[in-house]
Structures are given as C-alpha cells and as structure tokens.
C-alpha cells in the first residue's frame, strides 16, 4: 500500500487565494482526519470522517475552512480567503479498525505558506 | 476538557536511557497513544496503552497509571537516530485524538 497520499507537498500562496488541499487514505480505512501542526499550538484536529460523512468539526478554525469527503478515497480541505495566519502543516491521517494495534497513519503533510 | 503535557526539550547521550513523560486531564479516558515525529516528516505510530501497567516493544517501553493520570514513555540503548519530537495523545471514547505539544529529544554522541 501507497500509505496516505496528500499533494501538494508544499504550497505558498497570497493572501486571500483559494487554497485546496488534497488527501487519498489507505484503502480500507474508514476513518480520515485533517490536522494542522503549528510551533506554538502542535498537533490540533480540523475536522475528521467516518465513512465519508463528517462527524466533528468543532477543530475547524472559522468559515473561511471548509473539507469535503465526496468518496472513500479522496478528501480536501479548502481555505477561502487564506491568511498569514494559515500558514502550518496540514497532515492528513486515516484509520480502520486495528488503530489501538496500529494508530493512525498519516500522511507526508502539506507545507502552507501564506504570505 | 482535556489537558496534556509534556516537557519541550529533552537531552540524552547516546546509548543512555530516557524517560519521557505526559500528564493529562481528561474527562473521559479511551487509551493512550504515543507517537515520534522526526523533523519535517509525519508522526509514526509507537505505541498503545489502555489498561496501567508496562508495555514493551523492543527498545521502547510505555507505562500508564489511569489513577495518577500518568505515563512515560522509556527508550533504551539510544541511537542517534532517536533524535526526533515524541508526542503523547489521548483518545476519549470517540476516534478522535488529541495531541500534546510533544518532547523534543536531541541525542548526543
């Protein structure tokens, strides 16, 4: 297995454009979760799924973020307008059932710059 | 709620012992996860602890107390390549996990 894939790897983009972010989990797996990895704030959840429907997004930061699950294998996150202050890690992970053996798998993460 | 902490730095030589640590609060309590996460990658999978007491996998070792609202996670024989952040989270009767900051570990030759 691929593992989770996100694109892009890296992003930098200006204030106030769109920017979608991209995640596949592994085939199986009917848990998918967006987190976002700051310096000050670590690791905190957005948002996360159960197959493909949303079950808590009390993480996502205000109405500017959005995520959408339209399938099993393919998830974004969007931002809009975007702002200096997004910029961070974005990780996508999933899970299947085995997660007390195996946890979470994450994804490479994508590298948002807002300037 | 849920609280979690854990010290920001750690330093240790290598092939020494180290101990790191995490104390929460929480109102409801699923089991215990620790990850590592070397700079500028995802964090890896370590371990899974749900009842008190020791679990050991290889080198690394992850001790919880439900009571004390405790655990450590203990690596032994360090390499250099233990050089990485080592985060504590907590599951809470859902799927969802909440992260601490995590422990910076640097190893030194």
């Known amino acids: 297995d691929a593992g989770v894939i996100q694109s892009p790897r890296h992003e930098v983009t200006e204030m106030g454009q769109e920017v979608t972010l991209r995640c596949k989990p592994i085939?199986?797996?009917?848990?998918l979760f967006w987190y976002r990895q700051t310096m000050m704030r670590g690791l905190e959840l957005l948002i996360y799924f159960n197959n493909n429907v949303p079950i808590d997004d009390s993480g996502m930061p205000e109405d500017r973020f959005s995520a959408k699950m339209p399938n099993a294998s393919f998830s974004t996150l969007k931002i809009q307008p975007s702002e200096p202050r997004d910029s961070a890690v974005y990780f996508c992970a999933s899970s299947g059932r085995e997660r007390v053996l195996y946890g979470y798998t994450f994804g490479s993460g994508t590298r948002l710059t807002v300037v | 709620g849920q609280n979690i902490d854990q010290p920001t730095e750690m330093t240790a030589t290598e092939g020494a012992i180290v101990q790191i640590n995490c104390t929460y609060q929480t109102s409801g309590f699923n089991g215990l996860f620790w990850y590592q996460q070397h700079a500028g990658e995802a964090p890896t999978f370590l371990s899974y602890n749900v009842l008190d007491g020791l679990e050991e996998k290889g080198r690394f070792s992850s001790f919880l107390s439900r009571s004390k609202g405790y655990s450590y996670l203990l690596l032994k024989e360090l390499q250099m390549k233990d050089s990485a952040s080592y985060l504590c989270a907590l599951t809470s009767g859902t799927y969802k996990y909440i992260f601490g900051t995590g422990t910076r570990l640097k190893v030194l030759a």
């Open positions: 085939s199986g797996h009917d848990y």
